[in-house]
């Protein structure tokens, strides 16, 4: 019996709710293939992920980007301003 690596496609709504998937790792397989995979399984739909940015491990990434072994996909929803830039801005309100 072969044990099987996975990857793990995480998303947080904005009202905390999390989804999580986890897909079997292979060669060769992009972020791009992952997406399409999650469409098929009605995990999200086509449309809400058109909207959505990714990333691996707090670093953005592209639909042509090759997953890595035990990589955590994160889907991100599209921020006005990083989470360094709301902290100084909460900052400064504040003061």
Known sequence: MKNHSYIEVVYISSNNKI????IVFSKNLTLELVL????????????FL???????YGEIISLSYIIKEN???????ELK????????????RNY
């Open 19 to 22: 989804i999580t998937n986890n």
């Open 71 to 77: 990589d955590r996909i994160e889907i991100l929803d």
């Open 50 to 56: 058109s909207k959505k940015i990714f990333g691996c």
């Open 36 to 47: 399409n995979d999650l469409v098929e399984k009605s995990i999200f739909s086509k449309e």
């Open 81 to 92: 301003m990083s989470p360094n830039e709301k902290r100084k801005h909460n900052f400064k």
